[in-house]
């Protein structure tokens, strides 16, 4: 199996093919398979290791199980997929990627099942981050990290110039990534692989290279509005009320004032932006990111 040292390896035989059922299906949906023809093929493998009774199939080999079972056109890009996947596992650096997005674009969903299915164990917020700093510094000596993002123009107590709700933010946003670029370090000097998440990781207020990892960073959208409205109703609905939803909601105009202004920072910083209209595709448009990013990094090494 290749060993992937910054985090749970991805199922990869020793000529970059997965080999065992579960953890197969889980490459294969990675690599842009539906989970349900991806556990289908995941078994018709399987059948055929058992049948052989050898541990991995070779490659000329495992290509007509996957055009029996997908069809000639899906088995070519899901094998081509794989050997991709397996390419960037063989990095000899951890991966670290970034997640920004405004509240309630989804960002936590894409990151966890991004990071499941990279083989990456370490996933963080920073929301996380923001809460342990809320427990060392006062909101008398650092206000806005007190309240929430799209709240934080109201910590400032003297007129600003221009939109408030931005000025309270991004002044939240760098007093956060303080402790994003701690964690960030921790990160390299423990070699791991991460994938860290949360409306903090504005664009231009973070390195855009991390020496010794492979940096991606990507934010997400939701453009409609009714689009986003209805993603607070999905996350009441699936967290059975704990974030209540009625703030979120009363305050979508203040949120989406942020999604304006980390999308224009994105832009101008030549991150990518993901519209994040179905999950599902968003996810497979951020593992394509991530891969794209390892092949330039391979072509000027």
Not at 38 to 52: G, K, S, V
Not at 55 to 76: F, I, K, N
Not at 102 to 115: D, I, L, M, W
Request: charged letters at 25%.
């Amino acid at each position: 199996m290749t060993q992937h040292r910054h985090g749970e390896p991805l199922p990869l035989g020793d000529d970059g093919l997965p080999y065992s059922k579960g953890l197969m299906a889980r490459a294969l949906i990675a690599a842009g398979v539906p989970a349900d023809r991806a556990y289908q093929l995941a078994r018709r493998i399987e059948l055929e290791l058992a049948e052989r009774g050898i541990p991995a199939l070779e490659v000329d080999r495992l290509e007509p199980l996957a055009r029996e079972v997908l069809g000639e056109e899906e088995a070519e890009r899901a094998i081509g997929r794989l050997r991709r996947l397996a390419d960037l596992q063989s990095l000899d650096v951890p991966i670290v990627l970034l997640i920004g997005g405004s509240t309630g674009t989804g960002k936590s969903t894409v990151a966890a099942e991004v990071a499941h299915r990279l083989g990456i164990t370490r996933v963080a917020s920073t929301d996380f981050i923001r809460q342990t700093m809320r427990a060392f510094f006062s909101p008398e000596f650092m206000p806005t990290i007190h309240f929430s993002s799209f709240e934080a123009g109201e910590a400032l107590d003297e007129e600003v110039t221009g939109d408030p709700t931005i000025v309270g933010f991004v002044d939240q946003c760098r007093h956060v990534c303080v402790g994003v670029e701690a964690a960030l370090r921790r990160a390299l000097t423990e070699g791991w692989s991460m994938v860290l998440e949360g409306v903090h990781l504005v664009p231009g207020l973070l390195p855009v290279e991390l020496e010794g990892a492979l940096l991606v960073h990507i934010v997400i959208e939701i453009a409609d509005e009714d689009v986003h409205r209805l993603h607070f109703h999905v996350r009441d609905s699936s967290t059975g009320g704990v974030r209540a939803m009625d703030k979120y909601l009363d305050r979508l105009d203040a949120i989406r004032r942020v999604q304006t202004y980390i999308v224009g920072r994105a832009h101008r910083e030549h991150v990518p932006v993901v519209e994040n209209a179905n999950v599902e595709r968003t996810i497979d448009q951020v593992i394509e990111l991530v891969m794209q990013a390892a092949e330039r990094t391979r072509q000027t090494a």
